[in-house]
């Protein structure tokens, strides 16, 4: 497993931008998939986005796409979610997560996981 630390939530009005960034202890996380999830008060944690190891793909949920980006440095070790025109339903925490191949949009398959990042977008 590898460790993972995320960073980069804070409070945002309507329509700001906000880039998450999650930091892996290791060298070797860059064969790992990374994905991005998120879970909002009273909700299920949700898929946001995921990218494989050489970040030639990526995954979103459908209602964000053309709004949130996800990339990977795999040289810093450290994957982000670029994430503009943001609403208050965006307000989650957010987490980081990684496995092994292939991608997949299901939290259960991650083994490893950041300890999340408030996000909160007033209105």
């Known amino acids: 497993q590898v460790q993972l630390v995320d960073s980069g939530g804070g409070l945002v009005q309507a329509g700001g931008s906000l880039r998450l960034s999650c930091a892996a202890s290791t060298r070797t996380a860059s064969s790992y998939i990374m994905g991005w999830f998120r879970q909002a008060p009273g909700k299920e944690r949700e898929f946001v986005a995921a990218?494989?190891?050489?970040?030639?793909?990526?995954r979103y949920t459908d209602s964000l796409k053309g709004r949130f980006t996800i990339s990977r440095d795999n040289a810093k070790n450290t994957v982000y979610l670029q994430m503009n025109s943001l609403k208050p339903e965006d307000t989650a925490v957010y987490y980081c997560a990684a496995k092994g191949p292939p991608l997949t949009t299901t939290a259960e398959r991650y083994t490893s996981w950041g300890q999340g990042t408030q996000v909160t977008v007033s209105s």
């Open positions: 990218i494989t190891w050489s970040g030639s793909s990526t």
